[in-house]
């Protein structure tokens, strides 16, 4: 009896070792694969579609970072910039802050923060949205909203917001731009308040190509 749950016990062992050994050598040969079709072949969409399957496969983190780097720099020489600071965000919020490829995905984000970052004249907007919810001045807020905005915003949705956030915002703030999109039909901003009560917002600001507010939400 004993001989036979030994027996069973190293089978077992084996067995596991065997597909440990067999899942490391897929994500590798994949990862190989891929990095062949961006770097050699300049196949990018296929070299994202080996990536995905590397991905789907790695349970572990050991590779993960890599493959979601590439695949974003893949998405991002086919034209899909969207879709490659959305990885390279993801990388950055999940993956180890110490690691090389999270350090060159925060480095690409930067610099497009940085490059797409707002105009004196949309500070300009920023801030006097923040002072009115601050104050609940309906006329200002509403006198900078394109049609759609002033249709959509009364003075109860404003007062209900500024009950809210009047005391963070008039304890004083800072502001940090965490993300800024002007390619698409409306330009996007989203700033971090940290506010000196302790209390941390987020403020999404829209505008449309006329340069009036299209959207703007606190959280």
């Known amino acids: 009896m004993k001989t036979y749950q030994i027996t069973k016990y190293i089978t077992a062992i084996s067995a596991a070792l065997v597909i440990n050994h067999t899942y490391a050598e897929s994500v590798e040969v994949l990862t190989e694969k891929g990095v062949f079709l961006e770097e050699t072949k300049k196949d990018y969409a296929a070299a994202i579609t080996t990536f995905d399957q590397a991905i ?56 497009q923060v940085k ?21 609940n001045d309906f006329e200002l807020f509403h006198s900078l909203c394109n049609k759609g905005m002033k249709e959509a915003l009364s003075k109860v949705i404003l007062e209900s917001v500024s009950d809210q956030l009047a005391a963070p915002l008039a304890s004083g703030y800072t502001t940090t731009l965490i993300k800024s999109d002007t390619k698409g039909l409306y330009s996007i901003y989203i700033w971090q308040l940290d506010c000196e009560d302790g209390v941390e917002l987020k403020m999404t600001l829209s505008l449309d190509k006329k340069g009036e507010v299209a959207g703007c939400f606190f959280k």
């Open 56 to 111: 789907a496969a790695e349970k572990k983190r050991s590779k993960l970072n890599e493959l979601l780097y590439r695949k974003a720099m893949c998405n991002k020489e086919l034209g899909e910039t969207a879709k490659q600071l959305a990885i390279l965000r993801q990388l950055v919020q999940s993956g180890n802050k110490n690691d090389s490829w999270v350090k060159k995905a925060q480095t690409i984000i930067q610099e």
């Open 115 to 135: 490059e797409d970052a707002p105009s004196e004249e949309i500070i300009a907007i920023r801030d006097a949205l923040i002072k009115a919810t601050e104050t």
